[in-house]
């Protein structure tokens, strides 16, 4: 068999490795010209990192990454909400890690060359179409780099993970139309910065109309870290008005984000001063796109935010895409057929996908901050008195289970959490 991967990504990068792992020969078209260390921060959930680990790459991830012991929830004024441990201090078998997002890019596609060969991943290529039939499916390429000739591929099976704006998708569904956004702009960057408690702590304060992240992405000298912050603000309403352009690489002036990330406090953080010294921040709006009734046709189907794209809420994104590379690999591997595999494919991930989706839109397990701040907008003296333990950790506990990162040991790890607390 021989699967042809249009998109090397987080998503369509680990497809390739996993399709190797499972003697199943793949290669790899980018639209990129080379395949950088582009964005800021990301984490990426435990159920992702177990299948990344399985194929060798946690020692990797160890070297550029932070293990995430534990997440904190304030309001915009730094009154603590929630709190919970991550990752193996949460009782998980594999961690959670804060990552930099083109640094997990790099790890992934440095095993892809080495194990797949240096011609794997073939750059400056995109796809402008493909053609079907009973043996197997045809692609089409151009050359993104000088308007040459392009490439015409045939394989087995076509994966696209080309992301919001995949032609494929665009292909099956021409009326789909422009991605949907919530209003909401962010604002990112990541600097060195001092460690902040014992280094391993994500923060998030406010809610979905007015947020602020923030988390270590990498480790430093001299007891500093290389710190990610977000400023997440609503700034027009989603319904009536159009997103501007979504990039990676979209700068944005500091003088822009300082006065909104004024707004918030985070207990024993300068904020002002983290995104002051940030050297360059990105802008770039929080979209998504509408579920779909179906991602596979014939031997096509959809990966990663090319079937799925989800508000970057409750850290799942990546780690989405990840366990579609996985599901989709196992079927390849085990199926008679290509077309039963991309369908087993879809019937497993497809409601999974869909309904993280549609809590994302809502707030994913950061909608505890929402639900406390709508109660006491100014501020509270006693968190219980305002929305109790038991419906907060409804709230952020019960997305885990939802998202497919919930352990049996979860309630084991709250009581250590109440007990620090005390």
């Not at 979209?250 to 953080?269: E, G, H, N």
Request: proline share 6%; charged share 25%; glycine share 12%.
């Amino acid at each position: 068999m021989k699967v042809i991967i249009v998109g090397a990504g987080i998503g369509g990068l680990s497809t390739a490795l996993m399709l190797h792992q499972r003697g199943i020969h793949a290669e790899v078209y980018e639209q990129s010209t080379e395949v950088r260390e582009a964005g800021v921060g990301i984490n990426t959930l435990p159920h992702a990192i177990r299948e990344l680990a399985d194929l060798g790459l946690l020692p990797a991830l160890d070297n550029i990454g932070i293990r995430t012991r534990e997440l904190i929830y304030y309001n915009r004024l730094g009154q603590q909400v929630w709190r919970e441990l991550r990752g193996t201090d949460a009782g998980h078998s594999y961690p959670q890690f804060s990552i930099h997002r083109g640094r997990l890019q790099k790890v992934i596609y440095d095993a892809v060359r080495e194990r797949l060969g240096p011609d794997a991943v073939r750059t400056g290529l995109s796809l402008s179409g493909f053609l079907q039939d009973e043996g197997g499916v045809t692609a089409h390429f151009t050359d993104s780099r000088d308007g040459g000739p392009g490439r015409t591929v045939r394989g087995d099976v076509l994966i696209c993970a080309d992301g919001i704006h995949s032609v494929a998708r665009q292909q099956f569904y021409p009326d789909q139309g422009a991605p949907s956004w919530n209003g909401v702009l962010m604002w990112r960057g990541a600097t060195d910065w001092p460690a902040w408690r014992d280094g391993r702590t994500m923060a998030i304060g406010g809610g979905m109309g007015a947020k602020f992240v923030l988390y270590p992405i990498g480790g430093g000298t001299d007891g500093r870290q290389l710190m990610n912050w977000v400023v997440c603000i609503k700034m027009a309403d989603g319904q009536v008005s159009p997103p501007p352009k979504d990039s990676w690489s979209r700068r944005a002036l500091r003088s822009l984000v300082l006065p909104y990330a004024k707004r918030f406090a985070i207990p024993d953080f300068d904020i002002t001063g983290l995104v002051e010294a940030t050297p360059e921040a990105f802008e770039y709006p929080m979209c998504d796109r509408d579920p779909l009734p179906r991602w596979t046709f014939g031997r096509v189907t959809l990966l990663g935010d090319a079937a799925h794209p989800m508000y970057p809420v409750g850290s799942n994104g990546a780690s989405q895409a990840i366990l579609d590379a996985r599901t989709l690999a196992d079927a390849l591997a085990y199926a008679e057929h290509p077309g039963e595999a991309l369908w087993a494919y879809e019937r497993e991930r497809l409601p999974a996908t869909a309904e993280v989706v549609r809590l994302n839109r809502v707030g994913g397990p950061e909608r505890v901050i929402d639900e406390v701040e709508k109660l006491a907008p100014g501020g509270f003296t006693d968190v219980d008195a305002v929305l109790s333990r038991a419906e907060r950790q409804e709230i952020a506990v019960g997305y885990a289970g939802t998202a497919g990162f919930a352990t049996k040991t979860r309630r084991f790890a709250e009581r250590r959490i109440t007990s620090a607390q005390r």
